[in-house]
């Protein structure tokens, strides 16, 4: 069932915690709200559960407007950050709290707990009190809980904060198998872009209450609308210049003495200054001899991450820049203080922005 | 090694606490047991007050007490051995004797209370020698004036269905309890010996309201939650003076009259100066202010006059002096315990 | 990092003061109160040698005592429902209110302990006294009685003035109890369609009960062994066993009478403290 908003604002006190949102989640797909702590992105889902109204706007579910709807009649499932489980209920007595206080038939509570259970792969420890349970076993119960109801829409909000890095990742894929499995309307939201990337069919990019960007993912990482989006997903290299030419199939860039040649048309006029977006994984560190253009730059610091070789390096110019590439197996091409060239490995993949 | 200097050092505060004397033994402040309520004002500004302007480095204590609650505390330093916390107490003739039992009561020395001469020499004898008569009350029956429209005569009349579950008594702890007792004896054909008609005459009497103590019946009437009870003289006058509809009767046939004595305790750190209170309660300017209005203490000296609005509350005439009740309290004094232990077993609810 | 053994010695030099102190106030004054009910007791001196069980006999063989303590029982527990009745939504309210309302209502809840008895009996009086007393007066007034009824000196009036000095023993500690509860926990069961009702009892009140039951044993516990309530409010001959320890000492000298009766008062709040603490832990098994 679709969600949606339309020119929804919300205000605490002096600040507003939502600017004038309008946006649809389609039906039976999985929606992450992406940003930093305070953009709004839990406030946004707390609207959708009725946790809060909105100051103006309007809350639509499945077309309908449920803005005044209470929580309690919304029948939308809600998975809370630190779980929220009923720590004097069992696991069973947590999930089948929403049919219970339904009044639904002992027969369908048995039952759909029951089966609600074996999807999470909780059975086995129905009778256990939360606090005897793993912070997984815990995450699991949550969302059992509010699977149970069999809702409308499903609202998780960063459920895989409180877990290690290990049982994050495991989490993350088994709660996405699950809720495609179910093919439910869900809206996420998490401050880390990994987990955005692994649950979403679409990402909405929030700033300061607003939407800034919404797409699918790989769109969002390619494609960044503004320098906020380009740096909050994925991390990125803005490198001040000033637009030397304007050409039919291009655009020649200077920062410094160095020219940067990308080859798509850009509303642009030479002169004006503008800011060179590349991604760490777009740059390449070349030997200090060898060939010639791109940044004279020194390496400042080396970090290998398993399969990733991350640098650090400050080119001559002052500027601090990422680069990551590939490592190979024993391989440690660059170390500290060594003298390197930065490159572009792929100018199509640049974008830039007017300042 | 530290631990055994810190738990010393505590025994040894704690130690010096509990050893040293109680100041006010020594700080020239006299314990006195006084009445509670208005029925104190005659000690507080005509006995305490000329004192201590007669002795500046001594003050007096007035300490309400009506249930001789104090008995317990003064028994429990005498056995200790340690000074007795109070030094005077005033007593109806029951508590009277049945401390001169239990040697708590300091023999008078009448040679420091020259004013006995002046006391009326019944009511010296009745003290046996322990305190000195300061003055005396009558039992009878207080009644709400509104409320109770056909004046009570006789203890009878507090039967009256009329006044069912508007009846206040006090328990048989207190001397008013003990005396209404004795009264419902003989009332009803029994007498000191033979309070089994008495039992049976209040059971009757149910339901009605029991007061911790004098005062607090006075209050219930205060609150309209009696209208008719056994009542000290002296707290209805007092009741009377502050413009509430409260009459005293002398019921027949007759009121209960019982002396209070004041008397110094055994162990008091000041009995050669306590002679002095005895010698002042028993003088006529104090004697005269105790009988006056609003109080109406009955007087013990034979040179006080009862002044004439004081008619309702002390016997004035010969013939109703006559009349007055008394109590064969020997009698009844040795088996209070087992009256009150039968009292409660009646009526504690 | 230090050692447990290190810190358990500061801790026990840092107690020292408090353990010789109910060393000496409580524990040894309690095993004389029980041993003087052991010996005979003359004019407060205790007889030498005189041994003997003949009083716990004498008052565990006479039914009258057990209907006195029955009714202490009673007056306990009655005060205890009560103080819960009342108790309950003053600290949830205390709990929803913003910042100003909360120092009002905490200066409220508080004010029982900080009047001194005087003040509060002479309220009493006023309050529940007679004809002219306010309860009564309002109860005329709206009509829910034709004649004035007595509460000064009876049970109801006793149980009224214990719920009133005793309800800081329950609101406080629920309060602590409301106050810790994760507010998601509503909300959460709001998500999964409980009405505020339901919420309330399923989830608000079950969490709160850490908070109810250390209420409820404070408040029982003081109320059964209160004295200065039933003495001022029960008037005279009302028979509980702390009023009762008191005659029997302060009116008619019978210290081993006093002696008994205090521990047999003291050990059966013990007993039931014990039984009660042994019930909420079957129903706290949810905690920690």
Redesign the interface.
């Known amino acids: 069932m679709n969600v949606e908003l339309r020119g929804v604002t919300k205000r605490f006190g002096e600040t507003t915690a939502i600017d004038d949102i309008s946006y649809a989640v389609p039906a039976k797909r999985l929606v992450t709200l992406l940003g930093p702590s305070g953009c709004g992105k839990t406030t946004l889902l707390r609207l959708v559960a009725g946790f809060a109204a909105p100051d103006t706007g309007d809350v639509l579910l499945g077309g309908e407007v449920i803005t005044h709807v209470p929580s309690n009649q919304r029948q939308i499932g809600m998975v809370f950050q630190n779980y929220a489980l009923f720590p004097h209920m069992t696991v069973e007595r947590n999930v089948s709290f929403g049919l219970r206080m339904r009044h639904a038939p002992a027969s369908l509570v048995a039952r759909r707990t029951e089966e609600t259970l074996d999807l999470v792969g909780l059975r086995g420890l129905r009778d256990r009190y939360p606090h005897q349970l793993s912070g997984g076993q815990q995450q699991r119960a949550a969302l059992a809980r509010a699977l149970a109801i069999q809702p409308r829409v499903l609202l998780l909000d960063e459920p895989f904060g409180a877990l290690d890095r290990k049982l994050r990742l495991q989490m993350q894929v088994d709660v996405k198998k699950i809720i495609r499995q179910l093919g439910i309307t869900t809206v996420f939201v998490t401050h880390d872009q990994e987990e955005a990337f692994t649950m979403s069919d679409l990402i909405a990019v929030m700033n300061a209450g607003r939407i800034v960007q919404s797409g699918a993912p790989m769109e969002i990482y390619d494609k960044p609308k503004d320098s906020f989006v380009a740096d909050f997903v994925g991390g990125s290299n803005f490198i001040p210049v000033e637009v030397a030419e304007v050409a039919q199939d291009g655009l020649n860039l200077r920062h410094g003495t160095v020219v940067f040649a990308v080859p798509w048309a850009a509303d642009m006029l030479v002169g004006q200054r503008a800011v060179l977006v590349v991604r760490p994984e777009n740059l390449r560190l070349v030997q200090a001899g060898q060939g010639s253009g791109g940044l004279a730059a020194t390496v400042t610091f080396v970090r290998p991450i398993g399969p990733l070789l991350e640098f650090e390096v400050e080119t001559a110019t002052g500027m601090r820049l990422k680069v990551a590439s590939v490592r190979a197996r024993d391989a440690l091409p660059f170390s500290l203080g060594d003298a390197a060239r930065v490159e572009l490995a792929d100018p199509q993949a640049c974008t830039v922005f007017a300042v | 090694m ?2 055994a200097v ?2 010393g050092l ?2 040894g505060v ?1 130690g010096a606490m509990m050893v040293a004397p109680p100041l006010s033994g020594q700080s020239g402040e006299i314990v006195m047991i006084s009445y509670a309520g208005p029925s104190q004002e005659p000690h507080r500004f005509y006995l305490v007050e000329p004192f201590q302007q007669a002795h500046p480095g001594l003050t007096v204590r007035l300490v309400p007490d009506e ?3 104090y ?2 505390r003064v ?2 330093a ?2 200790a051995s340690r000074p007795s916390p109070v030094d005077l107490a005033p007593n109806g003739e029951p508590p009277h004797l049945r401390l001169i039992g ?2 708590l009561l300091e023999r008078t020395n009448t040679d420091l209370v020259p004013n006995l001469k002046l006391a009326y020499q019944a009511f010296v004898e009745k003290s046996q020698g322990y305190g000195v008569p300061a003055t005396y009350s009558l039992i009878g029956i207080a009644y709400n004036s509104q409320k109770v429209t056909k004046v009570p005569t006789s203890w009878k009349d507090l039967w009256d269905p009329a006044y069912r ?1 508007k009846v206040g ?3 048989s ?1 207190s001397n008013l309890g003990l005396g209404f007792l004795v009264a419902a004896a003989k009332m009803n054909g029994g007498d000191e010996a033979n309070l089994e008609p008495a039992w049976q005459a209040i059971r009757s009497l149910q339901p009605f ?5 004098p005062t ?1 019946l006075a ?2 009437f205060e ?3 009696i209208v008719i009870a056994p009542l000290w003289s002296t707290d209805a006058a007092v009741l009377a003076s502050k413009g509430l509809p409260i009459k005293f009767v002398k019921p027949q046939p007759g009121a209960i009259a019982i002396v209070s004595f004041l008397s110094i305790i055994k162990g008091s750190q000041f009995t050669q100066i306590a002679h002095e209170l005895l010698n002042r309660v028993l003088s006529e300017e104090y004697q005269s202010k105790a009988a006056a209005k609003p109080y109406f203490f009955g007087p013990t000296n034979v040179k006080v006059a009862v002044p004439p609005e004081a008619a309702d509350y002390i016997p004035t005439t010969l013939n109703e002096i006559r009349r007055l009740q008394t109590v064969n309290w020997p009698v009844i004094v040795p088996v ?2 087992a009256i ?2 039968r ?3 009646e ?3 | 990092m230090r050692s447990p053994r290190v810190g358990t010695w500061h801790q ?2 840092l107690a ?2 408090a353990v ?2 109910l060393i ?1 106030f409580l524990a040894i004054p309690l095993l004389l109160l029980f041993a003087f009910g052991l010996v005979d007791i003359r ?3 205790v007889v030498p040698g005189s041994w003997t069980l003949e009083h716990y006999a004498r008052i565990l063989g006479d039914p ?1 005592y057990y209907r ?1 303590f029955l009714r202490t029982f009673w007056m306990g527990l009655g005060a205890t429902i009560f103080c819960l009745l009342f108790g309950y939504p003053v600290a949830y309210l205390f709990t929803r209110v913003g910042p100003a309302a909360r120092q009002v209502l905490l200066v409220l809840i508080l004010a029982p302990l900080l009047t001194n008895a005087v003040v509060r009996t002479f309220g009493w ?1 006023i309050i529940l ?5 306010l309860i009564n007066a309002l109860l005329l007034r709206v009509g829910l009685i034709d004649e004035p009824v ?1 509460i ?2 009876t ?1 109801s009036g006793v149980l009224i003035g214990l719920t009133q000095i005793q309800l800081p023993f329950m609101i406080l500690p629920v309060i602590a109890a409301l106050e810790g509860q994760d507010r998601s926990l509503q909300e959460a069961a709001a998500g999964l369609g409980a009405t505020w009702a339901q919420t309330f009892f399923h989830v608000v009140v079950p969490l709160s009960m850490p908070g109810v039951l250390t209420g409820s044993a404070l408040v029982f516990v003081i109320s059964y062994t209160n004295f200065a309530v039933p ?2 409010l029960g ?5 509980v066993i702390p009023t ?1 320890i008191f ?1 029997q ?6 210290w081993n009478n006093g002696a008994v009766l205090s521990s047999l008062l003291l050990g059966t709040a013990m007993v039931m403290l014990w039984l009660f603490n042994r019930a909420s832990a079957r129903l706290l098994r949810w905690t920690r």
């Open positions: 530290r631990q810190i738990l505590c025994f704690l249930a001789g609650e008995v317990a028994q429990a005498l056995a239990l040697g579950g008594l006090t328990s702890s309201v029991i007061a911790p103590n607090a209050q219930l609150r309209e939650e209070r315990a009150v232990e009292w409660n077993r009526f504690a609810r | 026990a030099e020292a003061p010789v102190f000496i004019a407060a001196r009258f006195i009086m006294g007679g004809q002219k007393g007595r000064l000196y049970m003495a001022l008037g005279g001959s009302f028979a009762f005659e000492i302060s009116a008619l000298l019978q």
